[in-house]
């Protein structure tokens, strides 16, 4: 199949959209499409060179955003039918209030309109889902209180981007989640990964209710689910 795989600028659900892309990737022709978030964010988590490294090719293109102007004529090719599949993984929920409102001025939006207009069907996995708390994972976090404000700071010296601030934070526009800064601060002052709690604002899930009544659109909670989805399809 030709599937255009789009990643929006969310944390929660991404290393999981990221293993169900490469999975797909194995049998499937695969175009990515990142919004300027989601090429940003795929950057933080250190996931972005996973991604680039299942595309090249026709059709098997590394979409940027951020490459783009304002029209996103390579979208065109979903009303044109170009595409038998459009997955969004992970959906953010500035992205799915677009889609439920009509909007479509970035690419991964843009996407979406082009595929309804083309009857390409489309597969949405959006972050807030289900009311109440949710537990995601952060990028790299700089523990103000366990650093030690070392007179030469290793994960400074050692960042190969230059996204250390000492005693204050990890740059995130410059941080590619390498890892490097972990493995050196001898105080365990940097922390990848960890674990938060995060509310579902009521707005995001009445936006995702109204997501489920769009035409074309198929939601899924998440990621692993599209692997099941694509095999009753195909049977
Ligand atoms: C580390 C990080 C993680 C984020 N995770 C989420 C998330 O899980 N869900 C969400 O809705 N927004 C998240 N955001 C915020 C979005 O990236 C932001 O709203 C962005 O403007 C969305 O743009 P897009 O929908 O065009 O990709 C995150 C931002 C950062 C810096």
Redo the contacts with the bound molecule.
């Keep these: 199949m030709k599937i255009g795989w789009a990643?929006?600028?969310?944390?929660?659900?991404?290393s999981e959209s990221v293993e169900v892309l490469e999975e797909l990737a194995k049998t499937n022709d695969i175009t990515v499409f990142l919004?300027?978030?989601?090429e940003?964010?795929l950057k933080?988590?250190g996931l972005f060179e996973r991604v680039s490294s299942i595309t090249g090719g026709r059709y098997k293109e590394l979409t940027k955003?951020s490459d783009q102007k304002y029209s996103f004529p390579i979208s065109g090719r979903f009303s044109l039918g170009k595409y038998d599949m459009l997955i969004v993984s992970?959906?953010?929920?500035?992205?799915v209030a677009?889609i439920v409102h009509g909007i479509s001025d970035?690419l991964?939006?843009n996407t979406v309109s082009q595929a309804g207009k083309g009857g390409v069907k489309t597969i949405i996995i959006p972050?807030?889902i289900k009311k109440g708390d949710v537990k995601?994972v952060?990028?790299a976090k700089l523990e103000i209180n366990t650093c030690e404000d070392c007179d030469e700071c290793q994960a400074y010296k050692a960042c190969p981007n230059k996204a250390i601030i000492p005693k204050q934070e990890i740059d995130?526009l410059k941080c590619t989640g390498c890892g490097t800064c972990e493995n050196v601060c001898p105080f365990n002052a940097i922390e990848s990964g960890k674990i938060i709690t995060i509310h579902m604002r009521p707005i995001?899930i009445e936006n995702t209710q109204k997501l489920v009544t769009m035409d074309n659109i198929t939601v899924l909670e998440e990621p692993k689910d599209i692997l099941t989805y694509l095999e009753d399809i195909i049977s």
């Design positions: 990643f929006t600028g969310a944390g929660h659900l991404l919004s300027n978030a989601g940003e964010v933080m988590y955003e992970p959906t953010t929920s500035n992205t677009k970035t991964v939006t972050v807030d995601t952060l990028p995130l995001d």
